[in-house]
């Protein structure tokens, strides 16, 4: 008797263990809507696709974690949904999904409190489960009285952080680039503030950027170093790739760069600088020379396993570039190159995709479709995602055709 109390004790601690963390429905969007409704709570929506890794790793590590549990389990009906399947493609397209994992709270009538965007630690998903719990804080309820014209220091600092959690940047740089032109930008030399001249983008030589310049070692002393030297560089990267579709010459390029070399060099500085040569030739429409420069550096990578990625993606950018529209001559190299290594064992995956798109591209749906069951198939074989939005978008564009 004995023996059996013991194992029916380990059993009962067993299942606690197991049932930790965050309990999630498992009927419809609807049900838990539903259930919500009648237990005056909100939902919580965890986005998620198959093959995202951060979606992964919270349901590893933090979704069964007791203290996330304890919180959410009290507070929430929680569902998760596969947001390329079933029901899931309209919930997508109803609450604007765009990045993964995308954390929703929705209330019952199915409008949207509070967002999260990306994989979050346990202590920031209970911060956000409770600014989505209280009636003043959520990022809809902010947005409501910003567009209302509230222009509250605090109100608009607590927005810009509610944005950026919810991975809005283009609405972060708005209201950062409003907030930055309202105030003396001193106001914003701290650590706390700092975000507002980091999401704005400023102007090359403007009268922000030239503050952030001269003070470089004040903001030191306040800001983290990757964040400020951020600021310098996505100014004047903005300004010389302006200058790549502007300029009539490489030396005008080249005089520009030298120029913002004395404010900044980035890490980054030699790929910049190849990438910004790339820029001129095609704004200049010299299609051969940026094949020729294309290839240069690709064959410095042969008999290396990059070497056909880099050819692929000199392919794809002929795909996806605006400048190449119109080049049949581009789009013939393009399938030449696709063609070279999708006949090699080691380029068969990544040349047969790019064959696929090139060719969707002409309307072929013939050899598109051949060369997507190939790259489909072997892809398949080597253990690689076919379910990764890049492959079906492909797949369902041939059917269309």
């Known amino acids: 008797m004995k023996n059996i109390t013991t194992i029916i004790a380990a059993l009962i601690i067993s299942c606690t263990t197991f049932a930790q963390g965050i309990e999630f429905e498992h009927g419809t969007f609807q049900e838990a809507l539903d259930k919500a409704k009648k237990e005056n709570k909100l939902v919580f ?23 996330v549990g304890d919180f959410y389990n009290e507070n929430f009906v929680s569902i998760k ?12 397209n109803t609450y604007s999904v765009n990045a993964y994992p995308t954390l929703l709270f929705i209330a019952p009538d199915g409008k949207l409190v509070h967002k999260l965007v990306g994989g979050k630690q346990a202590k920031d998903l209970i911060a956000g489960g409770e600014i ?36 809005n940047k283009e609405k972060s740089q708005e209201v950062s680039s409003g907030l930055l032109a309202s105030l003396p930008i001193d106001k914003f030399a701290n650590k706390d503030r ?46 010389l790739n302006n200058k790549s579709g502007t300029s009539n010459s490489l030396k005008e390029l080249q005089k520009a760069i030298d120029k913002c070399k004395k404010d900044n060099v980035s890490p980054y ?31 410095k990578q042969k008999g290396e396993q990059r070497y056909v990625y880099t050819i692929h993606n000199i392919g794809d950018e002929v795909l996806r570039n605006p400048k190449f529209e119109g080049s049949q001559e581009s789009m013939d190299k393009a399938l030449k190159l696709g063609h070279e290594i999708a006949d090699t064992q080691d380029g068969i995956i990544m040349g047969s995709f790019l064959l696929a798109k090139l060719y969707l591209k002409n309307k072929d749906k013939g050899n598109a479709s051949k060369y997507f069951n190939t790259f ?11 379910d990764h939005p890049s492959v079906i978008n492909v797949k369902n564009a041939i059917d269309a055709l």
């Open 194 to 239: 700092f975000k507002v001249i980091a999401n704005a983008k400023i102007d090359y030589d403007s009268k922000a950027y030239k503050y952030v310049l001269k003070n470089k070692e004040s903001f030191l002393k306040e800001v983290d170093s990757a964040q400020y030297f951020n600021v310098l560089n996505l100014s004047i990267m903005s300004y």
């Open 269 to 299: 500085q030699e790929d910049m600088e190849k990438g910004l040569v790339y820029s001129f030739y095609l704004s200049q429409k010299n299609y051969d020379k940026w094949f020729d420069l294309k290839l240069e550096e690709a064959n």
């Open 376 to 386: 489909f198939e072997v892809n398949k074989k080597s253990g690689g995602n076919n």
């Open 132 to 167: 989505a719990i209280d009636p003043n804080k959520g990022i809809n309820v902010i947005a409501k009285r910003y567009e209302n014209g509230e222009r509250d220091l605090d109100l608009v600092l607590n927005y810009i952080d509610l944005l950026d959690g919810a991975y």
């Open 45 to 67: 929506m965890d986005c998620y696709t198959t093959w995202c890794g951060p979606c992964k790793w919270m349901t590893k590590e933090i979704f069964p974690l007791k203290e």
């Open 81 to 92: 949904v596969d947001m390329e399947k079933g029901e899931g493609i309209a919930l997508n």
